[in-house]
């Protein structure tokens, strides 16, 4: 594939704080919430299924300042004011996990972003999606926007196979679940694959974690300029949220 097919479209959003309201809530797994606001989404957009949008929560400790978290838009309806947020349950809970467990139908939440886009090709032969339960709400919208027969490989690291969750898709789509409690190795799991020639990989979760990932990559030999990977948390550092690249 030439340079110029596989380099990722970037747009930039107008910034706008949006109010919307808990309008539905979905437990999907034991630790994962399925949250679904409403509210005004006129000029909201999201091209890229890893964008985020910014949370802005009460500050557990009663300051003025709003604490912020990044969530993946999972889906949304502009038409119909509908915003489907999914929260990774966790213990300690911070505030984000705080408030999802305690929202009501009807409670408030202010949002902001995103940002902006960036929006990866769809000619590559072979898609990776590598993450943990952070990485769950990106890797569904993908698979659920693919194109028919597009070929797409998931490896997704969860507590126990209670974690697990079934995603519709036109893809050709193979799926390896590991799991924490059982001590499985994603690095393993990733010699096991016939990556093919240049997949385009995208890698996800606990900082350090994707970080391994990506550097087993390059051990490997895969092109750097092919594997994109993200922090979406950082153990022992609450709010982290970085890109690797």
């Not at 949008?53 to 990044?70: A, C, I, N």
């Not at 939440?109 to 990106?138: C, K, M, N």
């Not at 659920?144 to 997704?156: D, K, N």
């Amino acid at each position: 594939m030439a340079e110029d097919n596989c380099t990722p479209l970037r747009v930039r959003f107008e910034l706008r704080r949006r109010e919307l309201r808990v309008a539905e809530r979905i437990r999907l797994t034991p630790n994962m919430l399925r949250l679904i606001l409403s509210g005004d989404l006129e000029g909201f957009q999201s091209l890229g299924f890893d964008d985020h949008v910014k949370l802005l929560f009460p500050d557990p400790q009663g300051g003025d300042t709003p604490v912020m978290r990044d969530y993946t838009p999972r889906a949304f309806d502009v038409s119909k004011g509908r915003l489907t947020l999914d929260f990774a349950l966790h213990e300690p809970a911070g505030p984000a996990t705080q408030w999802a467990l305690q929202a009501k139908i009807g409670d408030l939440l202010h949002i902001g972003g995103p940002r902006g886009s960036q929006v990866w090709p769809d000619a590559f032969a072979h898609y990776v999606l590598v993450g943990d339960e952070t990485a769950l709400p990106a890797i569904g919208r993908r698979l659920e926007g693919a194109p028919a027969g597009q070929a797409i490989t998931v490896l997704a690291m969860v507590e126990n196979a209670a974690e697990r969750q079934t995603w519709i898709t036109r893809a050709k789509a193979d799926f390896c679940w590991l799991y924490r409690a059982q001590a499985n190795d994603v690095l393993g799991a990733i010699d096991a694959l016939s990556l093919g020639a240049d997949p385009l990989v995208w890698i996800a979760g606990e900082a350090q974690w994707a970080r391994t990932v990506r550097a087993h990559l390059h051990d490997k030999g895969l092109n750097p300029k092919r594997i994109k990977a993200s922090g979406y948390w950082l153990k022992g550092e609450p709010g982290a949220h970085q890109a690797l690249d």
